[in-house]
């Protein structure tokens, strides 16, 4: 069944139709995918319920987020963004729930923390999965019981705040390693969506770095630059993509990061494989290859520094060292040649 909805793009409402590109607060896609996910987005504009949201770092998790508060009945209210990553773990229960003036050495003055300052509206929670253990048990009662209390406090406080959640780890594996609470998981996970990557839904490339393009006032994008971002896979997704376009207004060309990249790698090893010979020899070739290149590249980066570069590469440097003299690598110079 075709449906439209108004939009507003450049501030000019207009009708675009499901076989048009769709949109979603500031996410485009005109992906069956995004489609379905804009359809689950709407469905929960009547609804107050806890909502995680997953995906990739770049898919727009947090401008699902703040779509869905413009959405909502609590949309007079603050909209308030934490990092969980983020968060100091000694003073993460701070930054959530807030804290006394003396709580602690440097509390000089009371702190109203993210669950009151959200009040009457939605507090957004970006990598949850990285909240610690130890405050985890305690956001659990503050959505249970909807009260709050601040560190040094004895006093509880009532607050009224829409929870929506984003991750890019899958929580449930979590809960299984014992690294998230499952009755938190199933607290915050009441509704869940998944933001689809970018590289599943390659039509939406071409839509998005448009509407990018015409933010910067470029107009039209030739196709030559269409074709080399169609031939990119995003793993920055659309992050990624808005840096190209940005690159690419300022520049004039595409920056390298948004050459082709997995595919030539496909297309060297349809040349170089041989199904007549032993698979052994030939994945051994590869991989003599590859090593090489990488520690070229790494050594050079490093300016020869063995210590970094086995920090870098997770390798111990004795290992690196034999790997080295194996592919008869020397250092390189100060000045980065060898």
Known sequence: M??????????????VHMDEPNEYGELLGASSCMRELFEQLQRLEG???????????????????????KHSSVREGPFVAVN????????????????????????IRAHVGAFEAAEGGTLFLDEVGELPMDVQPVLLRALELRTITPVGSSEERAVNVRLISATNRNLATAVQN?????????????????????????????????????????????????????????????RELRNAVEAYAALGVLPKVSLP????????????????????????EVLRRFTRAYLER???K?????????????????????????????????NGAR
């Open 2 to 15: 075709t449906r439209s909805l108004v939009v507003g793009r450049g501030g000019v409402p207009e009708r």
């Open 302 to 334: 490093t300016r020869g520094n063995q210590s970094e570069a086995a920090r870098v590469s997770g390798l111990e440097r004795s290992y690196l060292g034999r790997l080295m003299d194996k592919l008869g690598l020397r250092l390189p110079n100060e």
């Open 261 to 284: 990249g997995q595919k030539e790698i496909d297309a060297a090893l349809e040349g170089f494989v041989d199904s007549t010979k032993p698979y052994a020899a030939q994945r051994n």
């Open 47 to 69: 609804s107050k319920v806890n909502l995680l949201v997953s995906g990739e770092s770049g898919t727009g998790k947090e401008l699902i987020a703040r779509g869905v508060h």
């Open 84 to 107: 969980c990553g983020a968060l100091d773990r000694q003073l993460a229960r701070s930054e959530l729930f807030g804290h006394q003036r003396g709580a602690f050495t440097g509390a």
């Open 178 to 238: 014992g690294t998230f609470r499952e009755d938190l998981y199933y607290r915050i996970a009441v509704v869940q969506v998944t933001v689809p990557p970018l590289r599943k839904r390659s039509e939406d490339v071409p839509v998005l770095a448009r509407h990018f393009a015409r933010r910067l006032g470029v107009q039209a994008l030739p196709s030559r630059v269409l074709d080399g971002l169609a031939s990119h896979d995003w793993p920055g997704n659309v």
């Open 298 to 300: 790494l050594l050079r």
